[in-house]
């Protein structure tokens, strides 16, 4: 077998180049199935379907006026904090931001307000007003859908609290629990207490305001 082989390998060798030899001479125009046509149909058939579903459920919540940031104080202002007894403090509010200040309760019957005052700095002139509403957590809605937990105060005013059982008409809170006061700065039609309208947009101006809290214990 292996004398054949020998004895028949000039022959195909002389086969196949007398086959390569009329195929040169001959172009048919076969393209090969892997080659490139340059046609520039090439059809990318990357399957990445990010369609950014990243649904960004941070605590600037779109009700408390879209994009806000957050500005977490330390004064706590409920009847169970240490600034709920007629203590003062400076704040800057600025556009675009929620201040933020605790507001714990204790388990005695008492009911209070927290106060905002301008100071002698002037006020912004772009219309924008000071919105405050209680939330059960930081930036977020108020306890409830009426004004007793949401006020427009502009640049003076109170939201009045109560777990006395004295005013139904203030925002009535529990004993020994734990909520949340904020303060946004934005220009919005007056009956939107909490920057969350359609309507509502931040100005260009900060304001400069004092801010108390009084807690009273029922007689």
């Not at 957050?70 to 904090?81: A, M, P, Q, R």
Request: negative net charge.
């Amino acid at each position: 077998m292996l004398r054949l082989v020998h004895s028949v390998l000039p022959l195909c060798l002389l086969l196949a180049c007398s086959k390569e030899s009329s195929d040169s001479k001959k172009d048919t125009g076969e393209v090969p199935a892997d080659a490139d046509t340059g046609t520039g149909t090439e059809t990318d058939t990357d399957t990445d379907t990010d369609a950014d579903t990243d649904t960004d459920t941070d605590t600037d919540t779109d009700w408390a006026g879209g994009d806000a940031e957050l500005n977490i104080e330390l004064s706590d202002y409920g009847s169970g904090g240490d600034s709920a007894t007629g203590n003062t403090v400076r704040i800057t509010l600025f556009p675009g931001i929620v201040t933020v200040f605790p507001f714990t309760t204790n388990a005695e019957p008492r009911h209070g307000s927290v106060v905002v005052v301008p100071t002698s700095s002037g006020l912004p002139v772009d219309g924008s007003q000071v919105r405050m509403w209680m939330s059960n957590q930081p930036g977020g809605p108020p306890l409830v859908a009426d004004s007793t937990c949401s006020q427009n105060v502009g640049f003076e005013g109170a939201l009045t609290w109560d777990h006395a059982g004295v005013y139904d008409w203030a925002c009535q809170v529990d004993r020994s629990s734990s909520y949340f006061v904020n303060l946004r700065l934005c220009i919005a039609p007056r009956l939107d207490r909490t920057c969350s309208s359609p309507e509502a947009r931040d100005g260009d101006e900060a304001a400069d305001l004092y801010i108390s809290g009084y807690s009273n214990l029922r007689e």
